[in-house]
């Protein structure tokens, strides 16, 4: 919490700001990740990564409070991405939310 500004001889002058939440976009299509930030509003700090090791990248500087996965980047699958944040204690408590991607079952099934 930030105190911005207050005024002793107005107590309703009180304006506090609360730090915004980050939210990490990994997602290798510039066009999703415009239409998500547009979506979602400037009430949060974006971070960008557009394969799957540039996720980890970001997460190291600054921890963020909701990761949203693509599941087809290039250099490493979201899937892939996602076991090794849950497998890493400093990270494992990242809520992380993975898109399904409609090429996902044939995906599945040459690899089958």
Do not use: H, W
């Not at 066009?31 to 557009?50: C, M, P, R």
């Not at 290039?74 to 991607?101: H, R, W």
């Amino acid at each position: 919490m930030l105190i911005e500004s207050y005024n002793f001889l107005n107590p309703s002058s009180l304006q506090i700001s609360m730090p915004k939440k980050i939210i990490l976009i990994a997602d290798d299509e510039e066009n999703i990740v415009e239409l998500i930030k547009l979506a979602l509003g400037d009430e949060y700090t974006y971070l960008v990564a557009k394969d799957g090791k540039e996720v980890m990248e970001p997460v190291k500087r600054k921890k963020p409070d909701l990761i949203l996965l693509d599941i087809i980047m290039p250099t490493m699958y979201g899937y892939e991405v996602c076991n090794k944040l849950k497998q890493n204690p400093a990270t494992k408590d990242i809520v992380v939310a993975v898109g399904f991607d409609k090429k996902i079952p044939r995906l599945l099934d040459r690899q089958a």
